[in-house]
């Protein structure tokens, strides 16, 4: 009970903390549609925006700029109802072979079972680097704020401002960490059904279409990068001069405890845990990967 009680303190001073600060760019100003049709579509003087899935095809957006390090802000309410075999993915991307990418992806569930919240991490092209979680709220029933804070140090995955994930940044491991390629943003909504809900078992029920998938919110407190100059937001810019003091800030005490919070009662996939997977040893960065 304690613990229901810390956590509602949390959000309700969250809620205000958001409602205080928070800049909602517009979607016809920052993200093209780019593929699906008529699916997705901005309204509401650009404030929101949706994409629809049908048996026909699926839809997309993409942002308008690039962006290399920064805090990137969405407010999302997922496809309600059976949405067993569908994905909303949310992520940060570059282009080519060697692509870096950073990732939430929203595994879709039949009727009453929980959606799973799927992040990875991609550097120089290479990912498997998955961790696996439910949420605390069903995400179907309101906006909620999914966030990523990239910096040099490490990747923040962060639900309604609560850390629920950190990458760190294990170069001198060898390892390679996404910093010098510009991403963009991307979302879809699309048809999964072959693996996202129980590995395939569960298809996706074409009768229930179109499945939409809400968005607002947008915030971006980054550096842009055009035409080979970056002009980084003064937000941003002010904490990337103590970039050191910052990232104590991102994941102070209380961050810490509810990043483990939630790594303890809600992840459920963690490749750094995996056994089967990596049977002659855990990837390196696997050492560092505990906050």
Same mark, same amino acid.
């Given at each position: 009970?304690?613990?229901? #009680?810390?956590?509602?303190?949390?959000?309700?001073?969250?809620?205000?903390?958001?409602?205080? =600060?928070?800049?909602? &760019?517009?979607?016809?100003?920052?993200?093209?549609?780019?593929? &699906?049709?008529?699916?997705?579509?901005?309204?509401? &003087?650009?404030?929101?925006?949706?994409?629809?899935?049908?048996?026909?095809?699926?839809?997309?957006?993409?942002?308008?700029?690039?962006?290399?390090?920064?805090?990137?802000?969405?407010?999302?309410?997922?496809?309600?109802?059976?949405?067993?075999?569908?994905?909303?993915?949310?992520?940060?991307?570059?282009?080519?072979?060697?692509?870096?990418?950073?990732?939430?992806?929203?595994?879709?569930?039949?009727?009453?079972?929980?959606?799973?919240?799927?992040?990875?991490?991609?550097?120089?092209?290479?990912?498997?680097?998955?961790?696996?979680?439910? #949420?605390?709220?069903?995400?179907?029933?309101?906006?909620?704020?999914?966030?990523?804070?990239?910096?040099?140090?490490?990747?923040?995955?962060?639900?309604?401002?609560?850390?629920?994930?950190?990458?760190?940044?294990?170069?001198?491991?060898?390892?390679?960490?996404?910093?010098?390629?510009?991403?963009?943003?991307?979302?879809?909504?699309?048809?999964?059904?072959?693996?996202?809900?129980?590995?395939?078992?569960?298809?996706?029920?074409?009768?229930?279409?179109?499945? =939409?998938?809400?968005?607002?919110?947008?915030?971006?407190?980054?550096?842009?990068?055009? +035409?080979?100059? +970056?002009?980084?937001?003064?937000?941003?810019?002010?904490?990337?001069?103590?970039?050191?003091?910052?990232?104590?800030?991102? #994941?102070?005490?209380?961050?810490?405890?509810?990043?483990?919070?939630?790594?303890?009662?809600?992840?459920?996939?963690?490749?750094?845990?995996?056994?089967?997977?990596?049977?002659?040893?855990?990837?390196?960065?696997?050492?560092?990967?505990?906050?």
């Amino acid at each position: 009970m304690g613990q229901f #009680l810390n956590l509602t303190v949390l959000v309700s001073v969250l809620v205000l903390t958001m409602v205080g =600060t928070a800049y909602s &760019g517009s979607f016809n100003e920052e993200f093209d549609l780019t593929w &699906g049709e008529h699916r997705g579509k901005i309204f509401s &003087g650009g404030k929101m925006l949706s994409l629809s899935l049908d048996r026909v095809s699926g839809s997309g957006f993409k942002s308008k700029k690039e962006y290399l390090f920064g805090r990137i802000d969405m407010q999302l309410k997922l496809v309600a109802g059976n949405s067993a075999g569908t994905v909303t993915a949310y992520y940060l991307s570059s282009e080519g072979p060697t692509h870096d990418e950073i990732d939430f992806e929203f595994l879709g569930n039949e009727t009453g079972k929980p959606y799973v919240l799927h992040t990875n991490v991609f550097a120089q092209g290479k990912g498997n680097r998955e961790q696996q979680f439910y #949420l605390w709220f069903d995400p179907t029933k309101n906006f909620h704020t999914y966030s990523l804070v990239w910096r040099p140090q490490h990747i923040i995955f962060m639900v309604d401002n609560v850390p629920i994930r950190v990458f760190n940044n294990a170069e001198q491991l060898g390892v390679p960490f996404p910093k010098k390629q510009p991403m963009r943003i991307y979302s879809s909504l699309w048809n999964a059904d072959d693996w996202a809900t129980r590995g395939g078992l569960v298809k996706t029920d074409w009768s229930k279409s179109p499945f =939409t998938a809400y968005y607002r919110g947008f915030n971006a407190a980054a550096c842009t990068v055009s +035409s080979g100059s +970056s002009f980084c937001d003064p937000k941003f810019r002010s904490t990337f001069a103590n970039g050191e003091s910052q990232v104590a800030n991102e #994941l102070n005490a209380y961050g810490r405890r509810r990043l483990r919070w939630v790594q303890k009662y809600f992840m459920i996939y963690d490749y750094c845990s995996d056994l089967k997977r990596f049977p002659q040893g855990f990837p390196p960065e696997c050492r560092r990967s505990r906050v």
